[in-house]
Each structure stands twice: as C-alpha cells, then as structure tokens.
C-alpha cells in the first residue's frame, strides 16, 4: 500500500478531527494530492486538493470547515476538519495527482488512491 490514511473514528457533532495521509512511495513527492470522500450509498465526493507549489482548492460543502495542508519532508497530507456534521460521515480517501499543479476535483486527474479512513459523526 502506497497512501495511508489515519486519524478517523467516531466523534459528535461540533468535534474536530485531523486525517493523516502517509506516502510509503513518496508518490507525493512532486505531485497535487487530495482529499475526496465516499458516504455509504453516494457517489465520491470532492473534499479539498493541494498543489505542489500552489494553488488550493475546496468542495462547496467543506469550505471554511475544512483545512488540507501537507509536509512535504514527511511525504505526508493533512486534513484538518472543524465543526463536524453527521452529513461529513464517510471514509475518507487520499489521492495523488499525476501532475504537479492543484488537480482539484477531477478524479481522472488522481493516479494513486489510498486506503480510506472512516469517520463517523454523531448527533
């Protein structure tokens, strides 16, 4: 496994969690990454992604709620994530762009996916 991600669990609404996502390959080295998400029954959905250099980009739904940074010493991405809905509940899923720019929300754009990481928020 290339992308690993930690730091789900279950928590109530208002809480605030933070995602890592771990690059055993260093597939992040130079590349955008990303954060979608997959709530039981939907479709994947668009979190936030992150260029290289620059460049950042969030989903209507978690702007202003949610924070994706990266070390890039550590090959490893954040996704802080504040005020916590029940409709936030879904397993999380980091990605790696092919290029080195914010790849945003097309998931054509995304060549390595990690394993999810859920989270489960109660009312």
């Known amino acids: 496994v290339q992308l690993q991600a930690s730091g789900g669990g279950p928590v109530q609404a208002g809480d605030s969690l933070r995602l890592s996502c771990s690059d055993s390959k260093r597939t992040f080295s130079n590349n955008g990454v990303a954060w979608f998400r997959q709530a039981p029954g939907k479709e994947r959905e668009f979190v936030a992604s992150?260029?290289?250099?620059?460049?950042?980009t969030y989903g209507d739904s978690t702007k202003g709620r949610f924070t994706i940074s990266r070390d890039i010493a550590k090959s490893t991405v954040y996704l802080q994530m504040n005020a916590l809905q029940p409709e936030d509940t879904a397993v999380y899923h980091c990605?790696?762009?092919?290029?080195?720019?914010?790849?945003?929300?097309?998931?054509?754009?995304?060549?390595?996916w990690g394993q999810g990481a859920k989270v489960t928020v109660s009312s």
């Open positions: 992150l260029g290289y250099r620059s460049g950042m």
């Open positions: 990605a790696s762009c092919r290029y080195s720019y914010d790849c945003g929300g097309d998931r054509r754009l995304y060549r390595y």
